[in-house]
């Protein structure tokens, strides 16, 4: 008698659950599923999918392992290699003023391949999210506009419910549906939204050359730039030194990079009423006014202050802009999921992946790496299943995901709640001098006290 194939269902196609198909096809000659996946959005464009991040050495090997070579010839449209003695994929941290205070030691790559192989020492490769997102949603067949609202568990399986009515049988279900998860607040409704107190805002600008080049020669730009400040304020800036093209610049005769600018700062000043800027969330343009008022409020005048906020006047102020540069641009929380909320987690045929289980702060670029290596473990685990040990393969898996992703987290949380924690000038020169400290330590034992061991 030929044996059932087993259906996996997979709620959310992002990085992590577009992952998570391709292994379990890319292994189906040795564990068949018929692997089905659903998105609640009503297409592949409706929403914009993301800004820059950091690909590491762990995400870019599970990422490998777990595509298919259809697949993996197209990850360049999404991570181009390194421009040779010109793009530096590191990282530099600096003080207010542009002096630098931490710079964890990396190691040079041509290729995400060279990333994934190292053994020793850490790098990354900064890839475009969405275009990522592009490159894992080929030959995928997912169901869109199909919003899961819950799902009921059986003896013999699991019934996902949709907001259009409709419901589809499953052997598991993986909610890999991000931090606001119905599958995850329905699964473990104890596990908590963690709040820093902070407000972030985030946007991806066409910044030409000579603004970016200054930020490189004057503040050690190493590809990705943090700069903290005195009242708990931070910027980010991450870039590609890769031209794009686009009919409409100013200067035709200068080239131009995709970059992400982020700023963060404590959300108590938003109650903070003052007649100059009035902020809609609707309305970009008051948004970008509300971020330079911040930033000339908590900054002082410098170079790196100015050019921050001319990297601000780059944005869009209208949401009707072709290039999707926003999610739109609005202020949001800075948030985690609490792995201390929650003291036991039952493995059962629902399982979580992704932000769904572990959203953490973006400051070390740390979660679309974790919700990749869930693809990979989860997949793995599945080679092992029947319907009589299903658990014990569920377990597996979520005993190495909560173990790796809730140290994550925390360390995440460590150092956002350090750099986003107002000191003011006596402070700061703890705080500085501590990291510069360590920065030195790092760099004598050319070791990133930051990296996960492998």
Not at 2 to 8: A, D, G, R, Y
Not at 209 to 235: A, P
């Amino acid at each position: 008698m030929q044996q059932k194939i087993p259906t996996v269902i997979i709620i959310g196609a992002g990085l992590g659950g577009l992952t998570l198909y391709h292994a379990l096809i890319k292994n189906k000659d040795k564990k068949e599923f018929n692997v089905k996946i659903f998105e609640r959005e009503s297409g592949p464009q409706a929403r914009w999918q993301g800004y820059h991040i950091g690909i590491n050495k762990f995400g870019a090997r599970s990422l490998i392992n777990c595509i298919p070579s259809s697949i993996a010839l197209n990850l360049p449209k999404a991570m181009p290699n390194p421009v040779f003695n010109v793009e530096y994929h590191g990282f530099s941290l600096t003080d207010h003023t542009g002096n630098l205070l931490l710079r964890p030691p990396t190691k040079q790559v041509k290729d995400v391949y060279e990333v994934a192989n190292l053994s020793v020492g850490s790098s990354i490769i900064i890839t475009c999210r969405d275009k990522l997102r592009d490159v894992l949603l080929e030959n995928v067949p997912v169901q869109w506009g199909k919003k899961c609202i819950r799902y009921e568990e059986t003896d013999d399986g699991v019934w996902v419910l949709f907001e259009d009515g409709s419901k589809e049988f499953c052997d598991i279900l993986v909610g890999a549906d991000g931090i606001n998860s119905p599958v995850r607040k329905q699964k473990l409704p104890e596990l908590q939204i963690f709040d820093y107190g902070s407000t972030m805002v985030i946007a991806n600008v066409d910044a030409p050359k000579n603004l970016l080049d200054r930020l490189i020669t004057k503040f050690n730009g190493k590809g990705i730039i943090q700069s903290v400040g005195l009242n708990g304020e931070t910027t980010v800036t991450l870039f590609r030194l890769i031209p794009i093209e686009k009919e409409n610049y100013k200067n035709k005769n200068e080239s131009y990079y995709r970059a992400t600018i982020f700023f963060e700062y404590p959300s108590k000043l938003d109650d903070v009423e003052h007649d100059k800027i009035k902020v809609d969330d609707n309305d970009p343009a008051s948004v970008v006014d509300h971020v330079k008022y911040m930033i000339r409020k908590l900054r002082p005048e410098c170079e790196l202050t100015n050019v921050i906020l001319e990297l601000w006047d780059l944005v869009p102020k209208t949401t009707s802009d072709p290039s999707k540069t926003y999610n739109p641009i609005r202020r949001r929380k800075m948030q985690d999921i609490d792995p201390l909320s929650v003291n036991t987690w039952t493995s059962n045929r629902i399982t979580l992946l992704g932000d769904a289980a572990h959203a953490m702060s973006p400051v070390l670029g740390l979660g679309a790496n974790n919700a990749i290596e869930d693809a990979e473990v989860l997949s793995r685990a599945l080679l092992n299943y029947s319907s009589e040990n299903y658990i014990s393969c569920i377990k597996e898996y979520e005993n190495d995901m909560l173990k790796r992703s809730s140290a994550d987290v925390l360390k995440s949380r460590f150092v956002e709640i350090r750099n986003t924690t107002p000191v003011g000038y006596i402070g700061c020169f703890f705080r500085n001098n501590m990291l510069r400290i360590t920065n030195a330590i790092m760099k004598f034992f050319d070791y990133n006290l930051l990296d996960r061991k492998d």
